[in-house]
């Protein structure tokens, strides 16, 4: 069998996609919940690259952390980090029981959202009116501190200033 034949069998596979989905969703919500000490560390490592080059939160940060107290039961902390984790939570979930009942049944139930361009469009609206406020309450409650010290021009600037003073 050639290796082309076996891309093009793959992606036509009713199976693959359908398992590999089913992969990552369950590790997107078993890694919060088995590394829960490690994630909501105030010394863990914030691996946002928005977060890494401007010092802003982008629409998904915290979300790790809410999930990892939302699946051990606080909500109080879930909603503080991410205000959208319960709703991730149950669309994750949702989409498990949706990817198992297809496999078993072997039907599809989930229609291709991509189809419907102004579905899309509206959620991304809705992403960018998410972000532009939660930037406008990040910087409203002393963000610009973070911002002017933990941007990455800010930190290649610390570390001339540790090397050549």
Not at 28 to 50: G, H, I, R
Request: charged share 10%.
């Amino acid at each position: 069998m050639k290796l082309t034949s076996f891309i093009t069998e793959s992606r036509d596979s009713f199976y693959w996609p359908r398992l590999l989905a089913l992969a990552l969703l369950a590790g997107s919500l078993l890694l919060p919940f088995m590394a829960f000490d490690c994630v909501t560390s105030p010394q863990s490592l914030v691996l946002c690259p928005l977060r890494a080059v401007t010092g802003i939160p982008c629409p998904s940060c915290g979300l790790t952390r809410a999930l990892a107290h939302l699946e051990h039961g606080h909500l109080a902390q879930a909603l503080q980090y991410h205000p959208f984790a319960p709703l991730v939570l149950v669309l994750a979930l949702a989409l498990i029981i949706l990817l198992l009942l297809e496999l078993v049944l072997h039907k599809r139930l989930i229609a291709n959202p991509l189809k419907k361009r102004g579905q899309v469009y509206f959620l991304l609206a809705l992403v960018v009116v998410f972000q532009v406020g939660r930037t406008v309450i990040f910087f409203a409650n002393g963000g610009w501190t973070i911002f002017w010290h933990e941007n990455i021009l800010a930190r290649l600037l610390e570390l001339v200033q540790t090397v050549f003073y």
